[in-house]
């Protein structure tokens, strides 16, 4: 902040009235508009976590407690968590949302970092042509689709199955555009040099550029595992066998069934969300980074 | 990381000739074959299903029918012009854009501003506004329509409390969309946050240590750096943001079903009522193909704008 | 969700690994408990297991608990057979998840359809014709059935489902505060309301008694409820609102004024509440804060739960014009279209319906009447109370009108009650919500059958 000691006198110190008074109540009304900030931030940072605890809350309240609306849980219990794991098949979403969500993250690093190189490092006619079509992929909404894809899935006989979820989810065009701009700002002195050691394409994508690109590896990889896992409309139309629902689609299927038992629905609630709280306190640098990234692209 | 499920055909490398590395080109073939996997999932479910959809809009095809129907011509695209419920939930997505996108980005470049400004203890801010971003909307939908209940939801008792009579939430036609809007505000204003916070963090100290000799406060500060200069972070968070909330469709199928009366029902709900509940995918297709040009139109605006301000920078 | 551009710190290795191995222990907990075969049948276009019988149903709150303790005789007695039973959400959902199903030639084998949406399914052709002789084989001979349920559910003189039961709107009340209210005779009966005044004025001394409400009927965030009522009254008048499968709205504004004046004088006098919702109305009901309650009978087993003191009759016959009438429907077994067409599987179907029928006495106790008549005219039957006081509404059951758009927690039922409910709830006049009513249905009546 200023340091008046050096300043040259100035509007600054015409406000506050002349040299010496000056340094300590800047100092003192620095302070005083910190506090507020900091008081305002956490006012609001309490007040978003209100649903969340409110809902761990119910959650450990006896269902008969929850028509109460208060904070106090007379009776504690996990009761409700305990019901839910027994009634609702909530283990089995758990196995397919992450069985999904893996392939579709699998899927997506290894196809989208393969045509990235392609895009970055070779030079062929119809360069330009596949650049265009991969940017029209991001304009088209996937919900758009849902009708066609869902009448392919059927006449490829794949309804029912993790494959119908996941494959349309893999060919993702901003993921090649993520690789893309890696691959772009990688420096060519390794790769020239394995080249002239007689390394194929290939062996270059593998041995070289690929390790480099471990960053965007794991931001791709963790988005698409979340976004995969977050998927609620195509699942949804999917997949009607309820032993293959994935969490999102499992949750909303059986959302009325629990009727007043509040603290059953909010321990379904709870126990949907611990997955997804695990990947972000796990990966949390990984995700704020990611995301973080794209202020650069602008 | 394994890439023993994909192996595209390789060929075996080019030599180079001795001297400078030459310049590479035509590497068609290798590159078809890096392409290869991408492109054929790509065409097979993405292209592929859009040109389907395409031509399925101007046929009378039914879900529970094989095959096209009856050939409409540009029947559904008529009919979807003049339906009102069409333009209705065209309104309501619109409209829901418009509650949440200001909020959206003014609450969260405040949040960052005071988080900023704060320095310490980030960690707690990011856990608690971020948290709710990463968790599905199904789960979102439950806590929020348990907090929305009326008589004994944890909203309409806290009003209460302080001597405010709630409206009905979501049973209220007026109150439903907005009540959508706080929570759809609450759920993803992380992403935001992060963002500001990361734009904020470019800016240089100098600037504002400038600006504080000079005799600028703080409101002036903000105004005269901070906002300019995060000024592609706002278009960018703008335009994610406007293209999200056309695409909204979770929260009101799970929260409201489109009710009460229709009052929420977004346009992708539309779609999915009529193709998935009148069984009338050839219409719906009609109507996926209309809101896709509303979405390019809003895209193609984005890339003016920002063509524009990369023209100003 | 959108996928960032590159982040600009990477991840250590350590880190990776440590990510990884966490979440690969979340998901391996997840297919390890949660039966690994069927999850991991997901990977493969799995055959049907030999044995298995899948049976997909809606019955949340007490219906669920009914019917699981059903199911569970029948595990029980049937060991051999692997049977899978969903309860899938209530409405439109669920037909749409039967019907993709069925399309996708993974149905299951048994299901749950309400009389009314049956028709539509028939003529989407997703439902497998019920040959006579088979299913006298399994002792499901038209006879044993009401007849008016029965035939109810022929399409065509062709039989499509099997009849479990009608569940018509009912009246429950709290025998205490009727007590203290003065309107319960010597008997400890309700004495009857038959006329609108009558009801007012009951509604209003039970008012006196709880202190807060005097009934409550679900009007917000929910549709079939409102239409529900509406229904009864309405048809008690005689009046019909679509008609010619669907294709014309019929409706008579003066009969439906008259009802829809009636329904919002009970909310703006302030004797019902205006805004309350499905399970709200029950919480009321339930704490004794509204002495009267109007619903499908099926929530018998919540207020039995609850261990309140109450009785059920049937909705009453406030406009004795006409002959008596209330909003109802049947729940029926049917069998969707399936690929696999071998006897056996049809045999074990139809002993697993067979078997639910057996237990009409435990799906009576969930306050339905029984369409199976040995249970029906059995003393058995006549000796519950209060399921028997109301056995009589199964003969004067509407079933809403037939149409592709129609039927339980149909777009039929979402438009009508929206509106039905909007008035009760004071946010439009009985005007207004007929001209939305006649708008919506008419553009209904108008489109084209897509099935």
Not at chain 1, 250 to 277: C, E, K, N
Not at chain 3, 55 to 60: H, I, P, Q, R
Not at chain 3, 141 to 148: D, I, K, L, M
Not at chain 3, 292 to 304: A, M
Request: glycine letters at 8%.
């Amino acid at each position: 902040m200023a340091n008046p000691t050096i300043a040259a006198p100035s509007a600054y110190q015409k406000d506050t009235g002349g040299a010496g008074v000056t340094l300590e109540k800047v100092e003192r009304r620095q302070k005083l508009f910190n506090r507020i900030c900091f008081g305002v931030l956490i006012a609001f940072a309490l007040l978003w976590l209100v649903p969340l605890a409110w809902a761990v809350d119910t959650a450990l309240k006896p269902n008969a407690e929850t028509t109460k609306t208060t904070w106090l849980i007379e009776n504690p219990t996990l009761d409700a968590f305990q019901r839910v794991l027994q009634d609702t098949a909530i283990l089995n979403w758990f196995g397919a949302s992450f069985i999904i969500s893996t392939m579709t993250a699998v899927g997506t690093v290894i196809t989208a970092s393969l045509a990235a190189f392609a895009l970055s490092r070779m030079r062929f006619r119809y360069r330009t042509l596949v650049f265009w079509l991969v940017l029209a992929g991001i304009m088209i909404p996937g919900q758009v689709l849902i009708v066609p894809q869902f009448r392919e899935m059927d006449a490829l006989g794949l309804l029912n199955t993790y494959w119908a979820v996941s494959l349309p989810q893999i060919p993702t065009a901003i993921a090649v555009f993520i690789f893309k701009q890696f691959f772009d700002g990688l420096p060519r002195d390794l790769e020239e040099a394995a080249r002239l050691d007689g390394a194929g394409w290939f062996r270059i994508y593998r041995r070289v550029v690929m390790p480099l690109a471990r960053p965007a590896v794991a931001a791709v990889a963790i988005f698409t595992f979340v976004a995969s896992w977050n998927e609620l409309l195509w699942p949804l139309l999917v997949l009607t066998n309820p032993d293959l629902m994935t969490v999102p689609v499992g949750l909303a299927t059986v959302q009325g069934a629990f009727g007043i038992r509040y603290a059953d629905t909010m321990a379904s609630a709870v126990l949907g969300a611990i997955p997804l709280v695990a990947v972000f306190l796990l990966f949390q640098r990984n995700i704020v980074e990611g995301i973080a990234g794209t202020g650069l692209k602008g | 990381m394994s890439t023993e499920t994909v192996t595209p055909r390789t060929r075996p490398a080019e030599s180079p000739p001795t001297g400078p590395a030459p310049r590479p080109h035509g590497h068609g073939r290798q590159a078809t074959g890096f392409l290869a996997p991408f492109a054929f999932l790509y065409l097979a479910f993405i292209i592929g299903p859009a040109v389907y959809g395409l031509i399925m809009s101007f046929f009378n095809a039914s879900l529970v029918r094989p095959g096209l129907g009856g050939f409409a011509g540009f029947g559904n695209y008529a009919e979807a012009l003049q339906d009102a419920d069409f333009w209705s939930s065209l309104w309501h997505t619109v409209w829901f854009t418009i509650l949440t996108t200001p909020p959206l980005i003014a609450l969260a470049f405040v949040f960052a501003l005071l988080a900023d400004r704060v320095g310490r203890g980030r960690w707690f801010f990011r856990l608690a506004f971020f948290a709710p971003y990463i968790l599905p909307s199904a789960v979102i939908a439950l806590i929020w329509i348990f907090m929305y209940t009326p008589e004994l939801g944890l909203l309409e008792v806290g009003l209460a409390k302080i001597g405010i009579a709630a409206p009905a939430w979501l049973g209220d036609p007026t109150w439903a969309m907005p009540s959508l809007a706080i929570t759809t505000i609450w759920w993803t204003i992380g992403f935001n946050f992060i963002l500001y916070l990361a734009g904020l963090q470019d800016i240089p100290r100098e600037l504002y240590e400038a600006a504080a000799i000079d005799g600028a406060g703080p409101w002036q500060q903000i105004r005269r750096i901070t906002i300019p200069m995060l000024g592609r972070t706002t278009t960018l968070v703008a335009v994610l943001q406007v293209i999200a909330s056309l695409k909204v469709f979770d929260q009101m199928y799970l929260m409201t079903s489109g009710g009460p009366n229709f009052a929420t029902r977004s346009i992708l709900q539309y779609v999915y009522d009529q193709g998935f509940t009148n069984f009338r995918i050839g219409y719906a297709a009609a109507l996926s193909m209309l809101f896709f040009l509303v979405v390019l139109v809003v895209s193609a605006g984005w890339f003016a704008l920002v063509r524009r301000q990369e023209k100003e920078v | 969700m959108t996928v960032p551009n590159v982040p600009r710190a990477g991840v250590s290795r350590r880190g990776l690994l440590r990510g990884l191995t966490a979440a690969a222990g979340l998901g391996a907990a997840g297919v390890l408990s949660g039966c690994s075969t069927e999850v991991a049948s997901g990977l493969t276009r799995s055959r049907e297991v030999a044995g298995s019988l899948d049976y997909w149903n809606l019955f949340g709150g007490g219906d669920g608990v009914r019917m699981q303790q059903m199911i569970e005789t029948y595990r029980q007695q049937n060991p051999q057979v692997k049977l899978g039973a969903v309860t899938l959400a209530w409405g439109n959902p669920y037909y749409t998840k039967v019907s993709l199903a069925t399309v996708g030639d993974k149905p299951p084998d048994v299901a749950i359809s309400h009389l009314t949406r049956m028709k539509n399914l028939v003529e989407a052709d997703l439902l497998e014709e019920l040959d006579p002789a088979v299913l006298a084989r399994h002792g499901l001979a038209p006879e044993r059935f009401t007849q008016r349920t029965w035939e109810a559910g022929l399409v065509d003189g062709r039989i499509y489902c099997i009849p479990l039961d009608t569940h018509p709107f009912v009246m429950f009340y709290n025998t205490d505060v009727c007590k203290k209210a003065g309107l319960l005779d010597g008997d400890g009966t309700l004495t009857p309301l038959d006329s609108p005044e009558k009801f007012t004025d009951a509604m209003r001394r039970a008012k006196e008694v709880t202190g807060t409400y005097g009934g409550v009927v679900a009007t917000i965030s929910e549709t079939s409820t409102p239409w529900r009522i509406f229904q009864s009254l309405y048809s008690q008048l005689g009046g019909q609102v679509i008609a010619d499968q669907g294709k014309e709205v019929v409706i008579d504004d003066g009969k439906a004024t008259e009802v829809l004046t009636f329904l919002s004088s009970l909310t703006s006098s302030g004797v019902m509440p205006a805004t309350v919702d499905y399970q709200g109305a029950i919480a009321m009901f339930a704490e004794g804060q509204a002495g009267f309650y109007f619903q499908g009978e099926w929530e018998i087993s919540t207020f039995q739960t609850a261990k309140m003191p109450f009785s059920m009759t049937l909705f009453p016959h406030l406009y004795r014009e006409g002959p008596y009438a209330c909003q109802a429907d049947s729940h029926t077994f049917v069998l969707p279209r399936h690929p696999d067409n071998s006897p056996e599987r049809l045999d074990r179907s139809l002993g697993f319906v067979a078997s639910m029928l057996d237990q009409s006495k435990t799906w009576s106790e969930g306050g339905h009447v029984p369409s199976w008549r040995p249970f029906l005219e059995s003393n058995e039957y006549r000796q519950m109370r209060p399921q028997s006081n109301y056995a009589a509404a199964a003969e004067a059951a509407v079933y809403d009108a037939e149409g592709w758009y129609s039927g339980s927690g149909s777009n039929f039922e979402i438009v009508t009650g929206s509106a039905i409910g909007a008035v009760m709830a004071g946010q439009l006049t009985p005007a207004a919500a007929l001209g939305q009513m006649r708008t919506n249905l008419g553009d209904l009546a108008r489109t084209p059958s897509p099935i």
